[in-house]
């Protein structure tokens, strides 16, 4: 009945490695079926070269392996805290990659600088403080979870609007209303954190565009007045 | 009777992404035959795997759709803006690649640096200023064009001597006599953008090359003396 | 009786090209047969476009051929160093990757600033002191061996949990109990390193993950408590 | 008689496109019969995805064609310049190669930091002065060659012994005694000169390495104490 689900995660989490977002076993992808409450992601520790779709583990929202001989991500309670606090969030994408974890290690906000930005994310992409020593040694993935629904909470920021999270000293977490959003983003994520970097090198004191450009950009391909694309048939 | 521009445009298109000035729908190549006064470009939002000849949409230089199914590009009325301005300028190239639009965030100009710069930019690569709130709430893409005839107008630049002009907080539109040459300035531009970051990583201070070095190496490719590749026959 | 092994360090040493490490002839992987005590290693100077099993070199401790017919990679008594002095290494890679190569001709060691260096090195990766004149003279490639061995006592390193470390002005030597795990280890390096160099570009007061966060993500892939990946049938 | 040169050099220029040394036509391959005083060289503006055997163009060493319909690179003065000077450099390469390029942008040399430098240059790298107004009017790319011969005679340099040169904002002239060593020494050059900015990111007070460590290196390689790679046989 998940067939078509596990699939698409299956192929989902190639793409991750294919487009160069993750190697060995540094990410993974998880997409939710909300109506039935399950959740599909990948198997812990196992290559993307080796994947297959009968890997995937199916949860409940509890963590209960409802489906699947593996184990599931060791990053699966953070999944499910996003899923369980977010209803409109589809799918979460993990990764380390290079330029995007480093503003997580950097504990350092991806500041707004251009349209490339705004296109996909509206406004500047937050990083959450460092976990307690507490919140590490017990529940540390749990917390992970519930750190990053804190800091989109405290900052009133909507994951559709801006769908991705830096966990501090650790790397992003990236947020899509599918499978394929969620992987679009994060592949837009480290493009615009390696435009950031360089932006600063070539003017250090480069500050965050305006208002009415961000809102322009982001309102023109999102939301009930957008005109960027074909209209839908 | 256009076919072969709307094949050329849509073979242009799809180099820009081969090449890697742009991911996704992030950019976009038109062309201009400017004795019909037809305008051929990308639609709006679709992807360049998909693109064929037929999905390119030709219009008038007013923007009124004269052939094509699809809506243009979103950006065509920064195009249309272009052409009417700039005779000489047969083909438009927008991109966000990674360096030249780090220079656009930054607002700053890329100065000329070395020879590779001075083959195939006479002088600077202009920013323009940002647009105001009143500019980018109405006709925005409209007013992104008048920006940039500003800023050439204003520095005394001849769009085919500086083929491209970054605009603020977005990023690089880049010109030629036709599709080829625009695409070529367009990976030149990223290059010289990247070489440009390099060099004042490697020293600070580094400052523009001298008048003499510059003439040398545009004019022994461009115009009436140029003695650079083999003789036409 | 060694054949397997042989072809095992050729496919490994191809590996380090495949995987962008080296370039020409810029590195060396070796393997241990620690109950036999016998080395097989690159031989000097060979591409590992042309490498065949072959052509591995077989020594032992002392350095001396026991089998093969080329000279074995000048950098072999620093690899037998390594070997004489921590008996749980078991495969040693070399390259001159571009990031980790930084690090050791800055004379700077490698901070852990974040769960990606967590997951794979207990901590800080270090660099060697510089050698002295007497030493470069003469049994220059032993005592380079000679002062890895110095650095990781000095450090009270364990060559397995921190499976790395910089040679001053040279290049990476890496650990591992196997031939795949040393290349795996050698890859994660440069990939930690160049995340590093961005990071501090992103804030230059960046600094090192609590030891709680380090325990947990070094301890979660290793040692009798792990939990991460499947478990072992 | 000169067919096995013509396929040489032709290969050899094709090579620098896919080693990623240049892009379109900036760059160049050209090597010397010392005997016959013949020198081989691409023809100007032709694509290295275009070019042939038969389009090289031999000339003697005052610049006269004797062999080829096409015109010789236009930098073929600076190639006889420079082998009219050093009688041992059998091939000469030129390259607008990145890393490279920014240095003789910046105008600095490239410091010997590492093994990998001190393995193939045997100390820093030379950047010319710039050319002054009327070097660059007449003559110019004699005047180039020219004042790499006067850079290196003034800091005593052997070409085959520190086998580039990069001339002030331009890019680098590379030597070799044969085509291939000379594009190996092209290659080479790009890494040391990327490796050098990421030392510097890492570590700006970073120093040159000591005599003794780059005696050591460079002399294993090269001249008659040299023990690594295999004996010739």
């Known amino acids: 009945?998940?067939?078509?689900?596990?699939?698409?995660?299956?192929?989902?989490?190639?793409?991750?490695?294919?487009?160069?977002?993750?190697?060995?076993?540094?990410?993974?992808?998880?997409?939710?079926?909300?109506?039935?409450?399950?959740?599909?992601?990948?198997?812990?520790?196992?290559?993307?070269?080796?994947?297959?779709?009968?890997?995937?583990?199916?949860?409940?929202?509890?963590?209960?392996?409802?489906?699947?001989?593996?184990?599931?991500?060791?990053?699966?309670?953070?999944?499910?805290?996003?899923?369980?606090?977010?209803?409109?969030v589809k799918a979460v994408v993990h990764t380390h990659s290079t330029y995007a974890t480093a503003f997580a290690q950097a504990l350092k906000e991806?500041?707004?600088?251009?349209?490339?930005?705004?296109?996909?994310?509206?406004?500047?992409?937050?990083?959450?403080?460092?976990?307690?020593?507490?919140?590490?040694?017990?529940?540390?993935?749990?917390n992970t979870g519930k750190v990053i629904v804190e800091t989109l909470k405290e900052k009133k920021i909507k994951p559709l609007q801006v769908p991705a999270c830096l966990v501090a000293n650790h790397g992003p977490f990236v947020f899509g209303d599918s499978s394929k959003n969620a992987i679009q983003n994060a592949i837009v994520l480290e493009q615009v954190a390696k435009m950031n970097i360089e932006t600063l090198k070539v003017n250090p004191e480069t500050s965050a565009i305006d208002q009415a450009l961000l809102d322009k950009h982001f309102l023109r391909k999102h939301g009930k007045n957008a005109y960027y694309g074909q209209r839908l048939q």
Do not use: Q
Not at 10 to 26: D, H, K, M, P, R
Not at 33 to 51: H, N, Q, T
């Open 1 to 88: 009945m998940f067939e078509e689900m596990k699939e698409r995660v299956c192929e989902g989490n190639v793409a991750l490695s294919e487009y160069g977002l993750v190697i060995f076993t540094w990410g993974n992808l998880s997409e939710i079926d909300f109506k039935k409450k399950i959740v599909a992601i990948k198997p812990s520790g196992v290559s993307f070269e080796e994947l297959e779709a009968e890997d995937i583990v199916l949860l409940d929202l509890r963590g209960k392996v409802v489906e699947g001989d593996k184990r599931p991500s060791s990053d699966t309670p953070t999944h499910l805290e996003i899923y369980r606090n977010f209803p409109k």
């Open 110 to 142: 991806i500041e707004c600088f251009g349209t490339t930005h705004a296109d996909h994310f509206f406004g500047r992409i937050p990083v959450t403080r460092k976990l307690l020593k507490e919140e590490i040694v017990k529940d540390y993935e749990a």
